[in-house]
């Protein structure tokens, strides 16, 4: 207890000389982002097995997201930060030369929206720190913090939502293609997976496996660079890497199943056989690779799925003498 209590102190006696020798700083900051967003999963990657690590990132597969956030400082080193992140990731087999990759020839994109909190620590200054200053011409001005670095961790929760894209002439193609009707065959274009089950998941008595939730939890940790333009706006770059509890972003995780399963999943629905089988397993036997069969591997359900941001933002601080946003009233 005593060492608690005295932990707790020292944290209250930082706050006080902090906010003593920072005087009238913005506390309450507003932010807009724009940028790249990644994935690293089963699907896609470099030119290797899968690792689900950086070296494995897939460059091609970037697509743009978006973020708007508070930040609010309780001391002039320690922030509280929330934000709300929508952006779009992908995967693609074709996009590496691995052989057994590039053969399963699976593909995806997914929507991702963000709510997260997280703790943020300004460990690098470079500057002058918001004082009033007269120069040589005696002309006053302001002279804020140039560059401010920090590192950020924290927690937050997820929606996805895997789709893939169906080819009608790439689906004739495959030896598994059982609705050879093209009239029976939906048109080209992309499809939620979650709901056709690829890996066997669907109603009671078809299958063991449960499908698995739109929802999951992230865990946001990276770093970032702030610049000052003036008094009430900044500039800021930020990267983040998301490491999260699932394996089915890109909606693949385990071992093929047999296709004769969406037959009779869907026995009056032609249309739904023939996306089952084609998404279950789109093999490209073009590249000479075995075909892949039944319980054989699809994905790695040992490494679970990970995203990452970067954004390029714009940051508003609100003058210290107007108090509190109003959204914020505990705060004050």
């Known amino acids: ?103 399963r020839n699976l593909s995806f994109r997914s929507q991702l929206l963000e709510i997260s909190v997280n703790g943020e620590l300004f460990f690098f200054s470079w500057g002058r720190m918001g004082a009033r200053f007269i120069n040589h011409a005696a002309n006053t001005g302001w002279s804020g913090t140039n560059l401010r670095a920090y590192i950020f961790g924290g927690i937050g929760g997820f929606y ?58 992230s865990f946001p940790m990276g770093f970032g660079v702030s610049i000052s333009i003036n008094r009430q706006w900044s500039i800021g770059v930020e990267y983040g890497f998301r490491a999260t509890f699932t394996d089915y972003i890109d909606d693949v995780s385990t071992n093929y199943v047999d296709p004769s399963i969406f037959s009779a999943r869907f026995p009056d629905d032609p249309a739904r056989i023939a996306l089952g089988e084609f998404f279950s397993n789109p093999t490209n036997y073009a590249t000479g690779v075995a075909p ?22 714009l940051k508003y601080k609100f003058p210290p003498g107007l108090g509190s946003p109003w959204w914020v009233p505990f705060l004050r």
Not at 175 to 202: C, D, K, M, Y
Not at 292 to 313: C, H, I, V
Request: aromatic letters at 12%.
């Open 160 to 217: 996805f939502n895997p789709q893939g894209y169906f080819d009608r002439e790439h689906y004739l193609t495959l030896q598994h293609a059982s609705v050879t009707n093209s009239a029976f065959l939906p048109e080209n274009g992309w499809f939620n997976l979650r709901r056709i089950g690829t890996e066997g998941q669907g109603p009671p008595g078809l299958s063991e496996a449960e499908n698995y939730s739109p929802f999951n939890i």
């Open 1 to 103: 207890m005593r060492i608690i209590s005295l932990a707790i102190f020292l944290v209250l006696v930082s706050a006080l000389e902090s906010n003593s020798q920072t005087g009238r700083r913005p506390r309450h900051i507003i932010f807009l982002g724009l940028g790249p967003t990644g994935f690293m999963g089963d699907l896609g990657g470099a030119n290797q097995i899968g690792t689900q690590g950086i070296r494995d990132f897939d460059f091609q597969a970037m697509r743009p997201g978006i973020q708007a956030g508070y930040r609010f400082f309780i001391i002039h080193d320690l922030a509280l930060s929330g934000r709300l992140s929508f952006g779009h990731v992908s995967g693609n087999d074709r996009h590496t030369l691995e052989p057994y990759r590039h053969n």
């Open 292 to 313: 892949t069969m039944p319980g054989e591997k699809r994905g790695n359900p040992l490494n679970r799925d990970a995203y990452m941001f970067m954004f390029f933002s």
